[in-house]
């Protein structure tokens, strides 16, 4: 019966405080000192941004914005969808966040250059070239170059960044990003398998030479999803990249650092977790007020300390735009309404202070039995709670399955042993939600328990 000893390791483990040794991860490797403090505290704001339909543009979703302040104006680039699952793009400029509301969009398609299918904006200033360049995929990577930041109908015709598809580049290639150094300009981009990949070429070619991809960050799949993100942080010679990775049901934002655009990548302490994310609902409360309308924090853009090719960030004033959305909702992805809400940094003491928890059992101890009691299973092993090191984890993973019941596509979470084969036959045992909450339930609770016991 080692299934059951297992168990009731595992539970054992789950009121003492302690783990088992069938459990415990590996000591982490020693990371690179954090660029600014950390865990980090968000405040998010109501919803800012929502499609505005019209009778040629039926949409229902805002999504994956570029942001940059100039000439006293916040100017926004996104992703739009409509109710027959096409994607393109809106632009909308505004002077303060309590004017976004009502900002009139323009929809790129209105721009005979633009129609079709592009998405996934970057914008930003090219000084060399005096020139404002706006980076989206069409699939591939392409780019539009203008005068005049505010006037979306004078884009330019897409241009590719490659003549053809690189034989190293992602299967599904996604998300493209520039950011310059003093010599060079850099591509970098994800594919939904684990991986962002970088491309580059010298400052006075760009936008053409770039090189083939090649993998600078990599990972277990949800753990290097997409919509990538890298910032020179002023002030100093170190580089943030953000990645949106999936959690036990929400999206997040993971955080690495480097002295070099073109140099290997650490994750950033307490920033680079499902429990310590850079930005994800566990570290994001709601401003006062502001009723909790998104579980998601993903794909969007930290607010830029300018406009130019260095993508400049102040450590000091950390603020992301980001799309949420109703977790209640959960059609195809092409219909998920998403909408753009706004975080900032709370450095308050109330955010930096621990919060009300609730009765906890005494660290180190079971359940006392009392006279009359008998316990169910022999005690376990001696040592089974001690650390021990280079024990393989299991794998919980978010997936997606057809509901013959509902008629639609449904989600759940599924934990896998180390080793896992499909050669093999495993007991199972099936953890159902309530009404009124979603797959993520169970996952969470679960995550954050294996947090506790993989350290």
């Known amino acids: ?20 040794g069938l459990l415990q991860a590996a000591e982490p490797a020693t990371a690179a000192k954090a660029p600014f403090a950390t865990p980090l505290k968000w405040k998010a704001s109501d919803i800012l941004v929502k499609p505005l339909a019209d009778p040629a543009h039926q ?8 942001i940059v302040r100039f000439n006293d104006r916040w100017h926004i680039y996104a992703t739009t969808a409509d109710t027959r699952g096409n994607w393109s793009m809106v632009y909308l400029n505004f002077a303060d966040w309590k004017d976004a509301a009502s900002a009139k969009p323009y929809y790129m398609d209105l721009n005979p250059n633009l129609r079709g299918y592009h998405c996934a904006p970057q914008v930003f200033y090219f000084r060399p070239q005096k020139k404002w360049y706006l980076i989206y995929q069409s699939q591939p990577p392409q780019y539009s170059t203008a005068d005049d930041l505010s006037k979306p109908e004078t884009w330019t015709k897409p241009q590719s ?10 299967q599904l290639w996604i998300d ?8 060079h300009a850099y591509l970098f981009s994800t594919g939904d398998d684990g991986r962002m990949y970088r491309s580059r070429t010298r400052i006075g070619d760009f936008p053409n030479g770039m090189s083939d991809p090649e993998v600078t960050i990599q990972g277990p799949r949800n753990d290097v999803f997409e919509g990538s993100m890298t910032y020179r942080i002023k002030g100093t010679d170190t580089y943030l990249t953000l990645i949106e990775a999936i959690g036990p049901g929400p999206r997040y934002y993971r955080a690495w650092t480097s002295n070099r655009l073109d140099g290997e990548w650490t994750p950033l302490p307490n920033a680079d ?29 930290l607010i830029r300390d300018g406009y130019d090719e260095t993508l400049t960030i102040d450590p000091n004033h950390l603020q992301l735009l980001f799309q949420g959305r109703d977790p209640a909702t959960n059609p195809r992805y092409d219909q998920l309404p998403y909408r753009l809400g706004l975080l900032q940094q709370d450095s308050s ?7 009300p928890r609730g009765p906890r059992m005494p660290r180190g101890r079971g ?28 794998k919980l993973e978010m997936i997606e399955y057809d509901s013959k019941t509902v008629g639609t596509k449904r989600r759940m979470l599924v934990y896998t042993p180390p080793g896992y084969s ?3 036959k495993y007991p199972v045992l099936y953890l159902l939600h309530g009404n009124g909450h979603d797959p993520t339930h169970w996952g969470n609770a679960l995550y954050q328990f294996a947090q506790k016991i993989f350290r």
Do not use: Y
């Open 1 to 20: 019966m080692k299934t059951l000893s297992n168990l009731k390791c595992l539970f054992t483990t789950l009121l003492a405080g302690t783990a088992c």
């Open 59 to 66: 949409i229902i979703s805002v999504k994956d914005p570029t």
């Open 161 to 170: 960044f490659f003549a053809k598809k690189p034989a190293k580049s992602a």
């Open 176 to 183: 493209f990003w520039v950011i310059c150094d003093s010599t």
């Open 273 to 301: 977790t499902w429990q310590n994310p850079f930005a994800g609902i566990n570290n994001v409360t709601f401003a006062d007020g502001v009723a909790p309308w998104t579980r998601d924090i993903s794909h969007g853009e």
């Open 349 to 355: 003491k109330a955010a930096a202070a621990p919060g």
């Open 367 to 394: 359940i006392a039995l009392g006279p009359d009691d008998k316990p169910a299973f022999a005690d376990p092993p001696a040592g089974f709670n001690a650390k021990r090191a280079n024990v393989p984890n299991g």
């Open 422 to 424: 499909t050669d093999k």
